[in-house]
Each structure stands twice: as C-alpha cells, then as structure tokens.
C-alpha cells in the first residue's frame, strides 16, 4: 500500500498545454518533496514544501501544498519536450522517521513536439 | 560542490552471489539513506544511516544490510542474490540533523542485474 497517491499514472500531452499532477494521501507530512526523473538515471529535486497552503514557483512550474498538509499538486504551464519525465512526490513525518521519505509510484509524463 | 556519488553504475551478478553497493555523499551531508527502485513497485526505503548508526529501516529481508562510516560514505549489501533484487538502488543524502534540513539529494544510481 503506497502512502502516497499520485495521479494520473501517464500523461502524454502536446507541447504549449498545460497540466496538473495530484499527490494525495490520508496522512499529514512535516514537509514534501518533489522530483524529477529521467530513464536509468537518480532522481533531481525540484522543490520543497514545507507549509500548510504553501505555494512556489519555479519558472513555469507552480508547486502548492495543501493547507492540511496532505497532499500537493504540480502544475506546468506550457508544457515543453525538455519537461518529459518522471515526476515524483515524497513525503516525510519527521520525528523518529525524518530520515525517510516515502514516495508517490510516479507520473510519467511525456510532451510531445 | 560535488553531488552524490554511487559506484559501480551497473553491475550484473548471478543468483546466490552477494553484492556491495557503495555511496559518498554531499560533503557535509551525515544523512544517507538507500532506495529500490523497480518498474513494479516504484522506489522503495530500504534504511538510512545517520552518523554512523542505523535510524530507520524499511521492510525489506535481512539479506539486505548496510553500513556508514566515519566520513559518512555508505555501502549496502546483498546477499544470496534472488532474481527479483534486479532493480535500481538509490542512495540519498541530506544533513538530516533537523526538520528543516531533509531536502535529499540523489546519486545516479547502481543499476544490479541478477541473471
């Protein structure tokens, strides 16, 4: 059972559209993270999220936390070929278990020229 | 500064062999936890080191283990390698001493194959 869901599993859009990636869950997170992968490659972090309603920006990229800091979403604006990849949320709890950080199964997205 | 590092980048092993995996992480960073990641299951927590001592630990056989050191690089270890360990091990580091320093960066990863 993934603490973490995400959605939608796949995404394949035209370049310049717009989308959204939901990550959900019953629990509450002391902060998330979220990251970017490319094939056979590590993980790269995006952004953090720290505050309940929280919201950042990263160029076309918008990041928002919920105010029960449950779940998040990433929104792309425009979205570009160079945004293809798999896109990751991760939670952490923080007091015994800081050191982990448990993951969404992933939104692999894919855009098209 | 340098990221974190994993070596080998892939390795192929036969069923029954054991395995180690190294990670050097961020200068700076005590914090190492190691991640499995397969098409099936996504990435899953196998333990995280934390100077030196094993803070938390995942749900995952006692065939897997590992170890941190004093300069906080990390190894794990398979053994009695099973066909279905063929994955991409993960290691991440962070300062880890307080909430406000977990963001955790990743190392290119160790791609094992066991035929």
């Known amino acids: 059972t993934q603490l973490l869901e995400q959605s939608p599993q796949f995404l394949s859009i035209q370049e310049g559209e717009n989308l959204t990636v939901y990550c959900n869950s019953s629990?509450?997170?002391?902060?998330l993270q979220w990251y970017r992968q490319e094939p056979g490659e590590g993980p790269v972090l995006l952004v953090t999220?720290?505050?309940?309603?929280e919201v950042k920006k990263l160029k076309r990229l918008t990041f928002q936390f919920g105010d029960a800091r449950k779940d998040s979403s990433l929104h792309i604006t425009a979205a570009q070929p160079g945004d293809t990849g798999l896109y990751l949320c991760?939670?952490?709890?923080?007091?015994?278990?800081?050191?982990?950080?448990?993951f969404g199964r992933g939104t692999q997205l894919t855009v098209w020229p | 500064k340098a990221g974190v590092t994993q070596t080998p980048r892939y390795l192929i092993k036969t069923r029954g062999q054991q395995v180690t995996l190294s990670c050097s992480p961020i200068?700076?960073?005590?914090?190492v936890s190691w991640y499995q990641q397969t098409p099936g299951q996504g990435l899953q927590f196998l333990f995280e080191?934390?100077?030196?001592?094993?803070?938390n630990k995942g749900n995952f056989p006692g065939r897997f283990s590992g170890r941190q050191f004093s300069n906080s690089r990390s190894e794990m270890n398979v053994s009695t390698l099973e066909l279905g360990d063929s994955a991409l091990y993960l290691c991440?580091?962070?300062?880890?001493?307080?909430?406000?320093?977990?963001?955790?960066?990743f190392g290119q990863g160790t791609r094992l194959t066991v035929v």
């Open positions: 991440a580091s962070s300062l880890g001493d307080r909430e406000l320093n977990t963001e955790a960066f």
């Open positions: 629990s509450v997170f002391s902060s």
């Open positions: 999220v720290v505050t309940g309603g």
């Open positions: 991760a939670g952490r709890h923080g007091g015994s278990t800081l050191g982990r950080l448990y």
């Open positions: 200068s700076g960073h005590r914090s």
């Open positions: 080191y934390f100077s030196e001592t094993q803070r």
